[in-house]
């Protein structure tokens, strides 16, 4: 009788050795049934396993991250016992990352108000924020509805130092003509319709940049003709309106050359030789060289991290843009005084920005559908997850676009974007963020 105890209590160890394997599988296979978008199989399965090995933390922000696309409180419930485990504690970037997974529980849940406090206490140690960082805590802010003007302080800044960050040339490209000139160049490598759309792109925005160019050297030439009729020689203040004024000048000038490089690149793709060779001639009389600056463009990955962080940060200004007071509508009056930072919005800033973050993440999602970035940074997972995310983030960007374009009262645009987003899948309402 004895031997028969010893051999149980030899079993016991064993069967539970084999529990913990059979929950390591059933974990592995339920991870494969979320990825194969069967998250009605693989939650209670990955629920299962945890219940017999509790002590996962991957296992828990794995099931936490799928709980957060459907909206299960459990999610939050997940991070906040990842957060005071052993796992995260001196490791800032295992305790960020937990902490941006509850914050994205939290907003799943409707609870943005928490999810603006969630993201303010993973940031409280930061002495600088970082482009992203900014962005993040703005649009947490616009979610829920408070510090509005802080969160376009925070935006804007972003905004300023994405604007004010130089590419090779050296040349100052403006945010949105450093966005289309991207998406131009990384059209290069696809299809001719979005060679088309691209090109399409370029020429409004090189439209805009002539108006600019004429506009700045006609004022430079009023500038100096009234200098020289009232004056003689030029006084400091003077000099300094004339140097401002051409330097002004200068800024456009490159601004339109680089985009004109750009789209000759592309009339060359599309076998236009001809309008080709009429850009490269206008860089030319714009004193530069179409062919040197050609060659100090970004190349394609650069174009797709720049595509990444400004699809980002102009989607969160025109969002939050589009919730200010816009210019010609009342205002409360105690709302001015009470807060020194305030500044009115306009439709058209809100669009603007909106427009071209739509046009940024359409370009991205084409070009990873077309292979043009499926390379050794890019595994087949990492393309299927990233077109995935690009899929839902076109729609929350439709979905903000949409709610300016209804507060201006634009029915039929409203429509059109509302159609995209059931086109894409969604439902457009608050729960597209």
Known sequence: MSRFLIAIALLIPLATGCQ???????????????????????????????????????????????LADIGDPQSVQLCDEVLGSAWVTGDQNRRKSVMHLKSRGLQSIGDFEAALENCKKGMEDHVSRSIVEL???????????????????DIDKAFS???????????YLSMATKTVIAIGLISREMDTVQKRKALNLLNHRIERLEVDFETMRSLV???????IQTEFPLNELSENQTRLARNRQDTFRGEL???????????????????????????????????????????????????????????????????????????????????PSFRSGSFSEAITNLDLAVEAVQSLRSAMEQSVFNSSQFSVAATKNYLKSLHRNEAVLLYHRMLVQNRQGNTEATAVDEQ??????????????
Not at 26 to 36: G, I
Not at 161 to 171: A, H, K, T, V, Y
Not at 420 to 427: D, E, N, P, S
């Open 257 to 339: 050359a680089s985009a004109l490089t750009v789209r000759a690149l592309l009339q060359q793709d599309l076998g236009h030789d001809q309008r080709c060779n009429d850009d490269r001639y206008r860089v030319q009389e714009l004193g530069l060289e179409a062919s040197a600056l050609a060659v100090q463009m970004p190349d394609r990955f650069q174009c797709f991290v720049w595509l990444e962080m400004a699809m980002m940060v102009l989607d969160t200004r025109g969002f939050i843009v589009g919730k200010l007071p816009w210019s010609g509508t009342s205002v409360a009056l105690t709302e001015i005084p009470q807060d």
């Open 135 to 153: 962005n993040e805590l703005a649009y947490h802010r616009a979610l829920a509805d408070q510090e509005l003007m802080l969160a376009m302080k």
């Open 20 to 66: 913990s394997e059979i929950a390591k599988w059933n974990f592995a296979a339920a991870v494969l049934e979320a990825e194969a978008e069967d998250l009605n199989a693989a939650i209670p399965k990955m629920r299962e396993a945890l219940a017999i090995i509790g002590d996962q933390p991957t296992w828990k922000l794995e099931l936490a991250s799928h």
């Open 420 to 433: 995209r987003i059931r086109k894409l899948g969604f439902t457009p309402d608050d729960r597209l963020f």
């Open 161 to 171: 130092e994405m604007e004010n960050s130089r590419w090779q040339s050296g040349i």
């Open 221 to 227: 030439s009023q500038i100096l003709f009234v200098q």
